[in-house]
């Protein structure tokens, strides 16, 4: 195993990797309660019409085995230090924006979601991944990602309470005299504190303070099981094969646009992550990266099989970074996280002490952390600064992650090509224009 995982070239040992692994876990083991809440619309009365809840223990079991699955990938196939998990931004997506705002069927949207994997496996194969990534700018790419973290900020705050609606503004601040609203905000400061003194895992760690005050202040109903903690594995029944079973349905004009969305999104974090972590880790060789197509077919088939189990897509977490930080180089290091993620399938009963209080604060962080790639967006030119803009304000204000980037893509060729700059770009960014053009025709 030594020999397989390079343990000699990378300077590494059991010891290193299994703590590595057990790090990377922590950083990003909240997404096993964060995800599954936010799938199953907690929080949120009133559902569309024809729309029934996803169940949430399926989504808490598929979680943990599209987590462990995908990290096994990445680690045995790829040999990367990196875990992968249902992510944050996409999971958003389909839940607020898919099932919420279209009104589609959950199972629908799962079909949506093994339809960008099987496309984003083909195109991995085929090479023409990289040349559609590298066919959209830079900049769109940063303002998508921060877009998405204020999107998920603000799904957060509206969660905790913080943030409520108003007749007269919108928006406005929330009842602060509420003790739920106190708990949320308890959790934000208390995740904020851990975040800043740098300690590993402090978003999960926050949850689980907050969940004590929560229980100790008669907020939050203590779990049920084997000593509160322990219990059975939840049946993948409810949610498993579903995206099979109506893939017949995704074939409309608005369901187009949520698989590229799926895909898009997709595509920016893995291949952000994967410089990311490998640059972190010192396996960057000649500004290339190596076995970089086992790394997204790793990410792509994990997508496959998250859609089929019953989650949302798949894909690389920066998280990754705390594991590479406390030395893990190899392989090996994701092997380890997967463990976890199978161990933890039997702490079920914790998912009824994790409210929208104790998940809302993992949001905000979460939306506080993307968001950081707003500083390297080039604001001083006003034709790319217009589309990043469009692109990052919508998300938030029209609940929807696609239309952002629609409104994006498209003003993008229209500034560029009215400064003279229409050499640069790309046949695909046309394409593009054209596609969210009759989207939102579509959706009028």
Do not use: C
Request: hydrophobic share 55%; net charge negative.
């Amino acid at each position: 195993m030594k020999k397989y995982f390079h343990f000699q070239e990378l300077g590494t040992n059991y010891r290193t990797e299994f703590m590595a692994g057990l790090t990377t876990f922590l950083a990003m083991a909240y997404i096993l309660f964060v995800i599954p809440s936010t799938m199953a619309l907690e929080g949120v009365d009133q559902l569309p019409e024809g729309v029934t809840r996803i169940n949430k223990e399926a989504v808490f079991t598929a979680t943990a085995i599209a987590a462990a699955l995908g990290s096994l990938f990445m680690g045995i196939i790829a040999k990367y230090p990196i875990a992968l998990g249902p992510g944050m931004g996409l999971n958003a997506f389909f839940a607020y924006t898919v099932v919420l705002g279209y009104g589609i069927p959950w199972q629908t949207a799962l079909s949506g979601v093994l339809a960008s994997g099987i496309i984003f496996v083909l195109l991995t194969l085929s090479g023409f991944r990289e040349k559609i990534i590298n066919a959209i700018p830079a900049n769109l790419k940063l303002a998508v990602g921060a877009g998405i973290g204020l999107f998920i900020a603000f799904i957060g705050f509206q969660s905790a309470g913080i943030i409520v609606g108003s007749d007269a503004t919108l928006v406005a601040l929330g009842d602060f005299t509420s003790p739920h609203v106190l708990l949320a905000l308890f959790g934000v400061i208390v995740s904020v504190i851990l975040l800043t003194l740098n300690i590993q895992g402090g978003i999960f760690y926050g949850m689980i303070l907050t969940s004590i005050a929560g229980i100790l202040f008669g907020l939050i109903d203590p779990p049920s099981g084997v000593g509160g903690i322990v219990g059975e594995v939840p049946s993948l029944a409810p949610t498993f094969g579903q995206a099979f079973a109506h893939f017949g349905d995704i074939f409309s004009m608005e369901m187009l646009v949520v698989i590229l969305t799926f895909l898009f999104v997709d595509f920016f974090d893995t291949a952000g992550t994967l410089v990311a972590v490998a640059t972190q880790a010192g396996l960057i060789k000649d500004n290339k990266l190596p076995r970089a197509g086992k790394a997204l077919f790793s990410d792509s088939g994990a997508t496959v099989v998250g859609a089929i189990v019953g989650t949302s897509t798949t894909t690389s977490y920066i998280e990754s970074t705390a594991g590479v930080a406390a030395g893990g180089r190899s392989g090996f290091t994701p092997v380890v996280t997967a463990g976890f993620f199978l161990l933890a399938l039997f702490f079920s009963p914790l998912l009824s002490v994790v409210t929208a209080e104790v998940t809302a604060p993992a949001l905000i962080i979460v939306g506080v952390l993307m968001s950081s790639s707003l500083k390297d967006i080039d604001w001083s030119e006003f034709e790319i600064a217009v589309p990043a803009f469009f692109t990052i304000i919508m998300m938030p204000l029209t609940y929807s992650i696609a239309t952002g980037i629609a409104l994006g893509f498209i003003f993008y060729p229209i500034t560029m090509a009215l400064k003279g700059r229409m050499k640069e770009i790309h046949p695909v960014m046309y394409g593009l224009f054209v596609i969210f053009i009759l989207y939102f025709i579509f959706l009028s």
